[in-house]
């Protein structure tokens, strides 16, 4: 008889590439995911995987059967979802997020999330927009929150924010005019995020569009590193400006200003587009209520006031 366990051995074998990651994913034995996988040969007449590969390849019956598989398993989570009651809806959420979601709203989400769904265990982990696309994509993440960019037709992109940021350096590196061309920008030096960062692919381009060569940069992908690395002195970098207005007013980095400005960056909650009714799509929404990037978890006014509270 057919089941729902062998469905679902089928399904991460192919999604994570090996029995033993399966068995990892389903909290089981490899010999237990083996077992299913023979359950369902023998039930079929017919090999699911390749003997003569040693990685986990489907034959040609093999990837017929995975497809309804997927289907079944999408559909069984759709009903589920949609039929159970919020307090009662018992399942894994995997979110996303890049570091900025992580050091301003993101406890606040999680927390709207478990209040809203007291019985869905939230796993949550901080990557670059490049690394949490891929995820997405091979469906071992649920949710994630980047940068705008574009897309798949296989993701439903639900927007929930926008970013200002600013060029800032240490009051030591730049004592010039306040305002400067962009053009101007390249004379100093520059610490930029990677194309792998949503932020630096975005800046990235608009520097390009508007001719400043960004041929001598130091890369910082770490938003804590590129704020400890302009505090420090070593470059001029774009940051966000609200939530670290504190460090300005205090006198520790200082704002230079560009004709044209920086762009504001827009974020967006991603999930698979086949999951248009799951619980990804409802927390996407939360998501949208709970976005406030001016906040900062590293704001000693806000650590105070979270030790009052």
Known sequence: MLTFKQMEALYWIVQLGSFEAAAG?????????????????????????DRTSRAARLTEKGNELFEYAKELLERRDEIIERVSAKEVLIRRLRIGVTELTALTWLPRLISVIKETYPKVN??????????LRDRLATDTVDLIIVPQAATSERFTSIPVGTVENAWMCSPS?????????????AHLPLLLQGSLS?????????????????????????LVAQIGLTVSGMGVSYLPKTCLNYMVTAGILKII????????????????????????SQVAQLAQKCCDF????????????????
Do not use: C, M, W
Not at 25 to 39: D, G, P, Y
Not at 173 to 185: E, M, Q, R, V
Not at 260 to 278: K, N, Q, T, W
Not at 303 to 309: E, F, M, P, V
């Open 257 to 280: 200003k560009t004709k044209p400005a920086l762009p504001p960056v827009h974020y967006v909650a991603l999930h698979r587009a086949e999951h248009a009714y799951s619980l990804s």
């Open 122 to 131: 939230v796993e949550a982990e901080v990557e670059l927009s490049a690394t």
């Open 294 to 309: 001016n906040a900062n978890l590293l704001d000693p006014r806000a650590l105070s006031s979270a030790n009052q509270a």
């Open 25 to 49: 994913r389903l909290n089981t034995s490899q010999s237990a995911i083996s077992k299913r996988i023979h359950e369902l040969e023998s039930a079929f007449d017919f090999l699911v995987f």
């Open 173 to 185: 590196l730049h004592s010039g005019k306040a305002t400067i061309p962009i053009a101007d920008i």
């Open 198 to 222: 949503g932020t630096g692919l975005t800046y990235s381009q608009f520097l390009s569009e508007n001719g400043v060569s960004t041929a001598k940069i130091l890369v910082a992908n770490n």
